[in-house]
């Protein structure tokens, strides 16, 4: 085990053995083991955004199967997805990959103001299929907030007594914020801190602009002149938002970029602004797959320093 993957671990010290053990399977998995820094596939996006809006730009994707394949021939840390996704392949790959079961879900069959997450897997099901981790997503945000909270602490719980580790999908979003707000510098940093307050062991948030949302907030980021004129300033901190940079942080890919060095530049931020990495979903699953390898290659090579 590298340095860098003993200091991590030492930031929950607080766990058992297995939760531990879990997590440093994930930190040493594939390309990137051992250097602090992750690349993440999560295939999510057939449940949260509908099967053709996720799929029919590639249309292999509509396969399982062909989602743990390209995150093991990419060398990707750990691979994320539903209950029925990991279901329907984890025997044919098991042992290939660390897998990080995303316990609840949400549909965009009906308009809503305020979002909430169905329970949709438990923590048995993540120990049968083999799983290093559950996945949770909240809405920061939401006028549901409180109780996503309340249940995600709960299901944390649950997941830690037996040796899970925990992943958060902290996104703001809801009747409380505006749409600029989901992504301000300040609402992503709090949400950020939510997920680490709640327990997390990897948070995953969006990059953030240099928009701020809240009155009370812009004041003190003017009078202490937090620097977020740039996405690599923005980035560290998010970090020091997550406990001065003592917890695992991951920033989300958002939608497929047609210009990949769009998607170069963002890593180089993450990388030099002290992030862990990217959990990069329709960016990687709905190119073909040559070009998503080369993409993920590029990626990487950056996390690394191989490519300024």
């Known amino acids: 085990m590298t340095e860098k993957v003993r200091e991590i671990l030492s930031w929950y010290g607080s766990d058992n ?17 051992g250097t602090g820094r992750m690349v993440i ?26 989602h743990f394949r390209l995150a093991i021939e990419a060398g990707c840390n750990a691979y994320a997805a539903p209950l029925g996704f990991i279901e329907a392949a984890a025997r044919d790959f098991a042992g290939e990959i660390p897998l990080i079961l995303k316990a609840n879900n949400h549909d965009l069959l009906s308009d809503e103001k305020d979002s ?10 993540a120990l049968r299929l083999g799983c290093c981790a559950i996945g949770l997503t909240i809405y920061p945000g939401s006028s549901l907030r409180m109780e996503m909270y309340e249940k995600l602490r709960v299901y944390a ?46 948070i995953k948030i969006k990059l953030s602009t240099e928009h701020i949302e809240q009155d009370a907030a812009r004041k003190v980021y003017e009078k202490e002149k937090i620097p977020i004129t740039t996405l690599t300033d923005r980035v560290r901190h998010m970090m020091q938002c997550a406990f001065g940079g003592r917890r695992i942080v991951v920033f989300s890919g958002g939608a497929k970029k047609e210009d990949e060095n769009a998607i170069y530049d963002e890593a180089r931020a993450i990388r030099d ?11 990687s699953f709905q190119r073909k797959k040559a070009d998503a390898l080369k993409m993920l290659d590029t990626i990487m090579g950056i996390y690394e320093g191989k490519i300024r």
Do not use: M
């Open 273 to 283: 602004g002290g992030g862990n990495g990217s959990i990069i979903g329709r960016n």
């Open 116 to 125: 909430w997450q169905a329970l949709t897997a438990s923590v048995r099901d």
């Open 41 to 66: 596939l999560p295939v999510d996006q057939g449940w949260e955004h509908g099967p053709a809006r996720s799929f029919a730009p590639n249309p292999d994707g509509y396969d399982p199967r062909y």
């Open 157 to 202: 719980e649950e997941a830690k007594a037996v040796g899970l580790a925990v992943v958060v999908w902290s996104y703001p979003r809801g009747s409380s914020i505006s749409k600029e707000g989901e992504t301000a510098v300040d609402v992503c940093g709090y949400a950020a801190q939510i997920a680490a307050q709640l327990g997390a062991h990897i």
């Open 17 to 33: 053995p297995g939760t531990l053990t879990n997590l440093a399977r994930i930190l040493n998995h594939g390309r990137l083991g």
